[in-house]
């Protein structure tokens, strides 16, 4: 998903989030019998927008995902010390009479050796990664808002998807994978705001759902991320 597509929700969403945070106790209680959803009647032409308000309702109990939100306005001994450095009229560091002047750089030419990063292995990658506690906290709650949401749906892939959907996950979430013996099996993508959360789902129809959280880096494909789940009893 496209880092400034979340941006652009993200700020849309600034008024709404300065008035829940001024209204709303700090921390919420996520019922789980009954399930969260985008409120009714939302802009349907705005799906990422109506998801970036549930997932404010889900997770505002957690820790803060950025950890440099600490709510304490920075002073001057938060700002790290930097040497004195004499300047000319023009903000460049005065230099000596005779010393020589750097060319400016040619845009038409090769870039500078510094600037050459090598690539970051495939195999790096597509590794998972591990979640922090904000992570964590954050991966649980929708983890548990998924379960419910597919409580009574059918061990099919399409139910699946519409459920998810009419629970408020955007279509561009929503990754198809292969079945797992059978059962419909999808990973949602739930990496905004700079996080690297992502859901595994496993419905296996009325035996409930397997619903496993896991890390993947911000650029990775998601489907190709190699997290294989232990074993585990569906959550009902």
Same mark, same amino acid.
């Given at each position: 998903?496209?880092?400034?597509?979340?941006?652009?929700?993200? +700020?849309?969403? $600034?008024? @709404?989030?300065?008035?829940?945070?001024?209204?709303?106790?700090? &921390?919420?209680?996520?019922? =789980?019998?009954? *399930?969260?959803?985008?409120?009714?009647?939302?802009?349907?032409?705005?799906? !990422? !927008?109506? @998801?970036?308000?549930?997932?404010?309702?889900?997770?505002?109990?957690?820790?803060?995902?950025?950890? =440099?939100?600490?709510?304490?306005?920075?002073?001057?001994?938060?700002?790290?010390? *930097?040497?004195?450095?004499?300047?000319?009229?023009?903000?460049? /560091?005065?230099?000596? #009479?005779?010393?020589?002047?750097?060319? #400016?750089?040619?845009?038409? $030419?090769?870039?500078?050796?510094?600037? !050459? +990063?090598?690539?970051?292995?495939?195999?790096? +990658?597509?590794? #998972? *990664?591990?979640? =922090?506690? #904000?992570?964590?906290?954050?991966?649980?709650?929708?983890?548990?808002?998924?379960?419910? &949401?597919?409580?009574?749906?059918?061990?099919?892939?399409?139910?699946?998807?519409? &459920? !998810?959907?009419?629970?408020?996950?955007?279509?561009?979430?929503?990754?198809?994978?292969?079945?797992?013996?059978?059962?419909?099996?999808?990973?949602?993508?739930? %990496?905004?705001?700079?996080?690297?959360?992502?859901?595994?789902?496993?419905?296996?129809?009325?035996?409930?759902?397997?619903?496993?959280? @896991?890390? &993947?880096? /911000?650029?990775?494909? +998601?489907?190709?991320? %190699?997290?294989?789940?232990?074993?585990?009893? /569906?959550?009902?």
């Amino acid at each position: 998903m496209s880092r400034i597509a979340h941006t652009a929700a993200a +700020l849309a969403l $600034g008024a @709404f989030t300065l008035t829940a945070c001024s209204s709303s106790p700090s &921390a919420a209680t996520i019922e =789980t019998d009954k *399930v969260v959803s985008v409120p009714e009647g939302g802009d349907a032409d705005k799906p !990422l !927008l109506d @998801f970036m308000k549930l997932s404010l309702k889900l997770t505002a109990g957690c820790p803060p995902l950025d950890g =440099t939100k600490t709510g304490k306005s920075l002073g001057p001994r938060d700002v790290p010390d *930097v040497p004195d450095v004499p300047r000319g009229p023009s903000s460049r /560091p005065l230099g000596k #009479p005779g010393d020589p002047v750097p060319l #400016p750089a040619d845009p038409d $030419g090769p870039p500078a050796k510094d600037d !050459l +990063l090598p690539p970051l292995p495939d195999r790096n +990658l597509l590794e #998972p *990664v591990t979640l =922090t506690k #904000p992570e964590t906290c954050y991966a649980d709650k929708f983890a548990a808002h998924v379960t419910t &949401a597919l409580k009574g749906t059918g061990e099919n892939a399409a139910e699946v998807r519409t &459920a !998810l959907e009419r629970a408020g996950y955007p279509d561009e979430l929503i990754v198809d994978m292969k079945p797992e013996s059978g059962s419909p099996r999808v990973r949602i993508d739930l %990496r905004e705001q700079d996080t690297r959360v992502a859901l595994q789902v496993v419905h296996v129809g009325t035996r409930g759902t397997i619903v496993e959280k @896991f890390g &993947a880096q /911000p650029t990775a494909p +998601l489907k190709d991320v %190699r997290y294989i789940p232990e074993p585990a009893e /569906p959550l009902s």
